[in-house]
């Protein structure tokens, strides 16, 4: 065995025997789930509920999220199950900066050298491994290895490679910089337009009302589901398997349905949800604050 291989085999062995305990919290994240091809050049490579995906070009591939620290194994095993070389990836994107989506970044950028880019007002978030997060900065358990950013992103910017376009919105509320990946896709003649939504959830005691570290955070949310109710969607995908229903769906794939992902009702029935669930909780904590009371939590939706 080489050094290099001696070096990439210890990093991945780090990996799994120091993973954030926090992962333990919902088995689906570390569990493993079959790679496969979506629609075009973009695959899965995630598990059954960190969703990570490959975008596969002839001048190198795209990461889309590196989940757990732990994660990063996983990911490098199923890039070799699609017969696809993990030291091609080139370009390291993500969804939002918290751990569940970004602490395996760094292992990420050491075993493949990929560039890094994050959207500019999840920078320092990432930068500085969660400790300048506006709600989770105090949370040690929600920190994740500091990694250096090697292109800012801004809204509306494009990420190219090989021929392939992947364009960065910027839907924050959830984190300050959090990113709704778009790119369109060639299927049997056909081009489909997949949307890899950030996220749109209101997590337990976020304040939305009177929050001196994120003053705007009511006003992100209601920008972000203005922006995702005016993309076009065929394929709806997102950071969390659980927003697209990836494990009913694939399913459906599996058993030979190579539209299951072309899911446009579902993608607009989503976002209504999680808007309404975003008004209801903003209305609550609107009243409480007019009462001088303090509203209860939400119930836990995923990070």
């Known amino acids: 065995m080489t050094l290099q291989k001696l070096a990439v085999s210890l990093a991945l062995l780090a990996a799994l025997l120091f993973a954030t305990p926090l992962a333990a919290m919902d088995p689906a994240w570390t569990r493993p789930f079959p790679p496969f091809r979506i629609a075009g050049n973009l695959y899965y ?21 590196s989940s757990l ?22 370009i390291l994107l993500i969804s939002h900066g918290h751990y569940d989506h970004c602490a395996g ?7 493949t050298g990929a560039r890094y880019f994050v959207m500019d007002a999840d920078v320092p978030v990432v930068e500085s491994g969660g400790r300048d997060d506006f709600h989770y900065a105090a949370d040690k358990s929600m920190w994740f290895p500091p990694t250096h950013v090697d292109r800012v992103l801004h809204d509306g910017d494009q990420v190219r490679l090989g021929g392939t ?44 009302v ?3 570290r ?34 009913q769906k694939y399913a459906r794939w599996k058993a ?19 808007e309404q669930a975003f008004a ?24």
Not at 184 to 192: H, I, N, Q, V
Request: charge should be neutral; hydrophobic fraction near 35%; charged fraction near 20%.
């Open 69 to 90: 620290e732990s994660s990063v194994p996983l990911i490098r095993n199923s890039v070799r199950t699609l017969g696809f070389r993990f030291r091609d990836i080139k």
């Open 256 to 274: 030979g349905d190579r539209n299951a992902f072309i899911d446009p009702q579902g993608y607009r029935s989503y976002i209504d949800d999680r």
């Open 210 to 212: 009177g929050n001196t």
């Open 45 to 65: 490579v995630g598990s059954a509920d960190l969703a990570s995906y490959l975008v596969v070009t002839p001048q190198g591939d795209i990461l889309i999220n």
């Open 280 to 303: 209801a909780e903003l209305k609550q904590q609107s009243d409480a604050r007019r009462a001088g009371s303090h509203p209860q939590p939400p119930a836990p939706p995923p990070l």
């Open 105 to 111: 970044s760094a292992l990420v950028k050491q075993l």
């Open 165 to 208: 376009v992947l364009v960065a919105h910027l839907t924050a509320g959830h984190t300050k910089g959090t990113t709704t990946w778009t790119m369109d896709e060639t299927e049997a003649g056909r081009t489909l337009h997949a949307v890899i939504v950030g996220s749109p959830n209101v997590n337990p005691g976020y304040k939305l």
């Open 214 to 247: 994120y003053p705007r955070i009511a006003e992100d949310y209601a920008h972000q589901f203005q922006v995702l109710k005016s993309l076009p969607c065929d394929v709806f995908l997102g950071a969390h398997g659980g927003y697209f229903g990836l494990q």
